[in-house]
């Protein structure tokens, strides 16, 4: 069957917001990279990369942009020539259901010179290649899969049991298209229900009863489903493009699922980038009249939820729970909740006298006091592993 939308989508220059999910994509696989990397060193036996594109697509644009695997061929093969790879094996997986896009994708691989990075592709629908896919994953220590559908494609429960036994060391992004869900919901039509019962994993009875409104069951359900997966799961809202402009609208979701907050802070700190050049979202803004609602928000969260004090990785999974709107963050002051946006809002508690830290010395700046190494968190350090945010407890102080 012909999908118009192919022509609509690879048959025209990249639009915004696919060069919007292209940076997040790009920015999260490259450090997923880099931290596998390096803890391979340490395992014996988990020695390969893996980058799954489920919904490959053509591999490029009409204005000869790269597409999603030619983006990750390009990350592998550059980790390759930096002489730094600890790994045996930098695989490479797709599956495409159109032939054609499988077939033009299909010649781009082939002519790709990097003979390191093992390709395998599939012609057909994902679901078909489950088991292989299943394999493959095994045998592979390390990895990252995309599931990029144009609309309501994904069926998440699939997802799910394809990834459920072997996404242990993996990370998982996968893009909803929120605004066709939504308004299938309303328009609530027998064929729509079904496409978004099995999108987002909800049963029918539950999705007509639900009193929420629909962005709060999509929220609630994509949270609950990838949980069963990961620690983290992440969500951002970011718009469409309509005649060579964004619109200020979460139209799409990208949600990213991962045991790993540095790889949280890569994915929201590639999202902020986004916002910073698309829009006037600045972290750097000031909004004397009103105060920070998002230093507000960190303080009630230390005080409701952790009065007895908590570790950064806890407040950081906190803070992380809740989608992300592109609509709220250009306009408001609410920050994206980058580990550096995060440690310097609890600096300005610190330096204010409300919470003190406990921690080894070297997560703070040096300051030549009497008491040594103190003062504020650096965030590079904080931030820098999972271990070094459980080691940095947080306590208001009391007054
Ligand atoms: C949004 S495009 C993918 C774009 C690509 N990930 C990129 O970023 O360049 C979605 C692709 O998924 C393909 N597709 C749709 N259903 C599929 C399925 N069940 N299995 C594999 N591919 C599918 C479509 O033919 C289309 O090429």
Redesign the pocket.
Known sequence: MN?KR?KQ?FGEPKKIN?QI??HILSNTLNTSLAIANNLCKVYKTDKVYTYI??????GVFEDYSK??PLIAIDLLSQHNESGKNNFNDLQIVC????DK?YCDLQRLLIEYPDENITCYSGSG???SFSAQIQSILKDSGWGFI?A???ST?LDIESLKNALQSYSKLKDILVFFNFRTLARQDGRKYIQDIDRICKNIGINASELLDADENFSEIFEYKIKEHFKDLKKFVIGVGFPTTVKGQLINSDYFYLIFSTNTPVLVDAFLDSYEEMLEKYTNYSVNQQMPLFGNPDKNYIFDVLKTEYSGGCTLYDLYKHITDKFLSWKELTKTIKKVPTIKNVVSILNEFYNEGSIKYIANNDVFYKKNSKHGYEGNLRYSEAGKSADNMKNIRICLNSR
């Open positions: 999908d192919n989508h696919t999910k292209h594109d489920l919904f490959a697509g053509r597409g999603s599956t495409e259901k159109d896009n629908e994902w679901e995309f990029d559908p144009y494609e």
